[in-house]
Structures are given as structure tokens and as C-alpha cells.
């Protein structure tokens, strides 16, 4: 079992910046990659990135790239997701996953991931 909890959402303003942390504790961090999901208002939950067990290889959604980056350290135990130039369509709750079946690689599909935090609100205001 992996627990994941996420923190640093809240309000911003279009154009602002948050850093959202995901704290997991259970088993092995570093044998999980991990990713990162959010889910509008009566929308399906999407595809934000994800980094690898090491950090080595990171992949972004389209509508993301640029302007999120995703890091951890894994002597913290912990995933960040960097979010800058924010827009109101990134209003949303956002997750981490752990996903322990990708290898060296990541996935962007949500039935790959075996863990999930609760989810942590952030919201962008025009």
C-alpha cells in the first residue's frame, strides 16, 4: 500500500503560480512512478504528466506543456507539480497516482496507476 496526500492548491489569479506537493509514505517511493490528474466540474479526470522512478523521463499533456513542470525528490518521498501561467481552464481538483507497472517509463492512463491521493482543489480566477 502507498498512502499519497496532496497540499498546496488554492485561489489564484490567471497568470499566477502554484506548487502543488504530493507526500507519499507506505512502500518504496522510488519504485512508483508518479503522476499527476485533474478533474473539472462534470468532466472526466485527464492526464496532467508524469515523471519516472528515477526522474529521468517526464511527459506532459499538450494543454499543460510550457507552463507545468513536474519534479520529486525521492529522498523526500515526495512529487511536485510546478504550475506557472495559470489559466481559469485549469480550474480543477488535482491528484497524484503512483503507478508501479511503467518501468522506466511513465503512463498517461489512469488504469495504470495503483495509488491515488484525495485530491487537492485549485482554482484560477479571470
Known sequence: QVQLVESGGGLVQAG????????????????YAMGWFRQAPGKEREFVGAISRRGGYIYYA?????????????????????MSSLK???????????????????????????????GTQVTVSS
Open 62 to 82: 499538450d494543454s499543460v506543456k510550457g507552463r507545468f513542470a513536474i519534479s520529486r525528490d525521492n529522498a523526500k518521498n515526495t512529487v511536485y507539480l510546478q
Open 16 to 31: 499566477g503560480s502554484l506548487r502543488l506537493s504530493c507526500a507519499a509514505s507506505g512502500r518504496t517511493f522510488s519504485n
Open 88 to 118: 481559469p481552464e485549469d480550474t480543477a481538483v488535482y491528484y497524484c497516482a503512483a503507478d508501479a507497472r511503467s518501468g522506466n517509463g511513465v503512463s498517461s492512463l489512469l488504469y495504470e496507476y495503483d495509488y491515488w491521493g484525495q
